[in-house]
């Protein structure tokens, strides 16, 4: 609600101002990841057109000063508008797709609802009900040490036909494109970077590297697969651990466990019940941890009620 807010004060064409090309997009050859730029505002085009006025500029620029007076006073703000609740995001409401937000310090609504009567789920859920179901009922139990080794055991089968697949579809051409590909984000990360922090580069320099080890090495597949049973485990812990760190009050830390959670769970929908619970839908985490393994996609549908 309060960035719907922020966005109409901050709307120029209330007062008929039109600006566009404010942004560009580029994509990163060595990461893949797409990323918005700001422009200058030089290559800004704008507009006027009269007819879009809905308020007089001098209307406009109190709600300007209003506005620039709050601003310091925003806690959130003060995060950079990140969450420090580590599900926000995370849970959708089934009925209208909208996000299920903090309506008080302690409880989840359908904002669709919250906000006005966009949707007729009425059902909320307190805070620490659901990340207690979520979390402890659901993540632990996935990522429990036993859990980690029995899911490496039944994908053996799954490494073994990964590899055989590679080594037959592998070129020397694809592995001149990875070696080039490594070396640009090798100098990227010594050198520094404006647009990706160093954990980014990092990761993906990791992944690079790993592809090319798969293809260069073609390790036997029970050798392989003797090191995603180890490797398996030792996700799950980085995970678990992770998502521990998450439940404190540190934005960036909250938002690392965040992606992980999204990572293993996907969207977590909740449908309301005729009897007034909620029925909570996720992904299989299960394989999501053993997609990581063995670079394959493939999820499937789970849940439980809360």
Known sequence: MASGIRSILKNERYKGELTWNKTQWTKDPDTGVRKCHPRSKSEWERHHDEKLRIVPDELFAASERRFEEGTNSSSGLRRGGRSKYLLSGLLKCNECGANYILTGATSHQCSGKAGGDACNNRVGVRRDVIEDKIL??????????????????EIERQVREHYENLAEKSTPAEVEKIDARI????????????????????????????????????????????????ALPKL????????????????????????????????IRLC???????????????????????????????????
């Open 136 to 153: 402890g009922s659901v993540v632990a139990r996935l990522l429990e040490p036993e859990r980690a080794k029995e899911m490496a055991r």
């Open 183 to 230: 070396e640009r984000l090798r100098d990227r990360l010594t050198a520094g970077d404006d647009d990706f922090e160093p954990d980014e580069i990092a990761a993906a320099l990791e992944v690079a590297e790993s592809k090319r080890q798969d293809i260069l090495d073609a390790q036997p597949a029970a050798r392989q697969s003797a090191k995603i049973l180890v």
């Open 236 to 267: 799950a812990d980085v995970y678990r651990r992770q998502i521990k760190k998450g439940l404190s009050d540190n934005p960036r830390e909250v938002a690392k466990a965040r992606v992980i959670l999204r990572d293993l769970l996907g969207p």
């Open 272 to 306: 309301p019940e005729s009897d007034g619970g909620l029925v909570a839908r996720y992904e299989n985490g299960s394989e999501a941890l053993m997609s990581r393994a063995v670079g394959a996609a493939g999820f499937s549908g789970s849940g439980g009620r809360i």
